[in-house]
């Protein structure tokens, strides 16, 4: 997957609001901090006290917003505001939440190609995360430009959803529901896949 740096204005609420949940199942392991013994101000040799400021501590990802965690609490931010039916708070928070996603799977990405040929295990396990990321931040997109059809906003959707065709490509399930609602909107003149009918409706937000 690559990084990247419509009219219904009743039918959003039950379905966005469970999709939103979906798919967040890379949890970030923190970093462990190193017990270090310094010597206090008055000179004599104790060990500095763990409730000292200067101690350096792992990064929590429970309150990081630049973590898998920190977008998953966008995501049920957004669906919260979905079930208020306060499409641009909705919006905002999707928003926040896309970029997220795409910022961890950017850098998860670089560090994946750093490690490339001096540690493939780490390498490797980067290179999962950036997955991880990239397909949450793709879902993200999805809702988003779900959003901006229900508030009859083709100009903001449209963008959107074909630059997560370009990232799932046509042939995975994401990608598909992507061109879907470019066929219902009128966009794209053939459907696909050509043969059988989706079960997608103008009326749901999937």
Known sequence: MKPFSFSHPVYI????????LVGASAILQPVRAQAQSVSPRGGQGQPISPDDPSIVRPMSQDASLLSMQGGQRLLEEASRAVSAQNYALAAKKLQEARQVFNQLSNFYQEL?????????????????????????????????????????QPELAVPLLVQII??????????????????????????????????????ALR
């Not at 609420?13 to 939103?20: D, G, Q």
């Not at 540690?119 to 980067?126: E, P, T």
């Not at 061109?179 to 794209?188: A, H, P, R």
């Open 166 to 203: 370009r990232s799932q490509q046509p042939t995975r399930e994401l990608g598909q529901k992507a061109y879907q609602q470019l066929f219902e909107m009128g966009f794209v003149d053939s459907p696909f896949p050509r043969t059988g009918q989706s079960n997608s409706s103008p009326a």
């Open 13 to 20: 609420a039950s379905v966005i609001a469970a999709s939103l």
């Open 112 to 152: 994946a190609g750093s490690f490339s040929g001096i540690d493939n295990r780490i390498a490797d396990g980067h290179r999962r995360k950036a997955l991880e990321a990239a397909q949450m931040r793709d879902e993200s997109t999805y809702q988003l430009a779900l959003v901006h059809r229900a508030q009859n």
